[in-house]
């Protein structure tokens, strides 16, 4: 049945397993906690020896993968049989590969957990062999968040480890490393290893563990901008010429662009309420305000204006009537366009 990562990995938690799990999407990072709490919990340490498998897609063919699924475990209740990279099995989802799965989802050997882990990917919910996943089979759809559902993820993650997080901190995260859970926790992990149990994340944090400035960020420059600070925004960019491999322009030039066409939307959407808005704009409730005040600062046609001087530094920043301008020099000009409309 198609279930929820989350219940899933709950499920697994409580000591709930199924035979087979289709393990599928273009998220990592709810494949790899599935099948790694399989892998380090389904079975006792002596028993892996003889009863875990780890298969890898280039390597086998789905009839391998079956054939390994119907041995019987030794001196254990169960085997786990994994098959990492699982969409590289050349016939997994063809007739002949098809079939096979399908026979054995429909009748699978109750004594082994059999997982696959098929990335970068959906299964076609149309083919017979993806029904019957879906109709026998644990099938997980891992997919990417959308932007607004980010900061949010954020504090759910972090209020299962017993923390609280500042809302800046939310922001540099969300706004830094965006919906790449994988990213996500790796840097929210690093910080939890100096936080205690009941303490607040704070920018402090961010900064400190994470790498992301608290005052000389891509974050911080789009609130200078929208207050029409110039001493701040210069002090960002001059701040960003002297650390140019931390701050590439083509990543900066992105993240203005994303916050001025939602600002965009803004102006163009006669119902201003909040939560209307968050929808529209497909951000946490918590930005919402960013972007009313940016409503406010810049009118439609400034704002219609700025696109096209985002698009012009993109232009430049990849070659096109450069002329001998530096990245840092091209970022100042847009920031002088931006404050003038």
Not at 18 to 35: C, M, N, Q, W
Not at 127 to 154: C, F, G, P, R, T
Not at 210 to 217: P, Q, S
Not at 309 to 321: M, N, T, Y
């Amino acid at each position: 049945m198609a279930a929820n990562p989350q219940d899933v990995l709950q499920s697994l938690k409580n000591g709930q397993y199924s035979p087979v799990y289709f393990l599928h999407g273009d998220e990592a990072y709810y494949i790899d906690a599935i099948s790694n709490y399989i892998e380090q919990h389904a079975l006792e340490e002596s028993q892996k020896g003889f009863n875990q498998v780890i298969l890898y897609g280039k390597d086998v063919d789905t009839n391998t993968v079956i054939l390994n699924a119907k041995r019987f475990p030794m001196m254990s209740e169960r085997q786990v049989v994994i098959v990492k990279e699982a969409q590289e099995i050349k016939d997994l989802v063809k007739d002949g590969g098809a079939k096979i799965l399908e026979s054995y989802v429909k009748n699978p050997l109750p004594s082994t957990i059999l997982v696959f882990c098929y990335k970068n990917g959906l299964l076609d919910g149309r083919k017979a062999v993806a029904k019957s996943l879906d109709k026998h089979a644990i099938l997980v759809a891992s997919k990417k968040m959308y932007d607004n559902q980010v900061a949010e993820w954020i504090l759910n993650y972090v209020k299962t480890k017993n923390i609280q997080i500042s809302q800046k901190a939310v922001a540099m995260l969300s706004e830094s490393i965006g919906n790449k859970l994988t990213a996500l926790v790796n840097e929210i992990d690093k910080v939890l290893l100096n936080v205690k149990e009941g303490e607040e994340i704070t920018d402090e944090h961010i900064s400190k563990y994470v790498g992301i400035n608290k005052d000389y960020n891509i974050f911080e420059l789009q609130k200078s901008l929208v207050s029409r600070r110039a001493d701040k925004c210069y002090t960002i960019v001059n701040y960003f010429g002297t650390n140019p491999k931390d701050h590439p322009l083509i990543p900066m030039l992105a993240v203005l662009y994303g916050f001025f066409i939602k600002v965009l939307l803004v102006h163009q959407s006669s119902n201003k309420n909040d939560n209307h808005l968050a929808g529209i704009l497909k951000v946490n409730r918590f930005f919402v305000r960013d972007y009313l005040s940016a409503a406010r600062s810049y009118k439609l046609n400034a704002v219609l204006s700025i696109i096209g001087f985002i698009h012009e530094a993109d232009l430049r920043s990849k070659g096109v009537d450069a002329a001998s301008f530096t990245n840092e020099a091209i970022l100042k000009e847009l920031i002088a366009k931006i404050l003038r409309t």
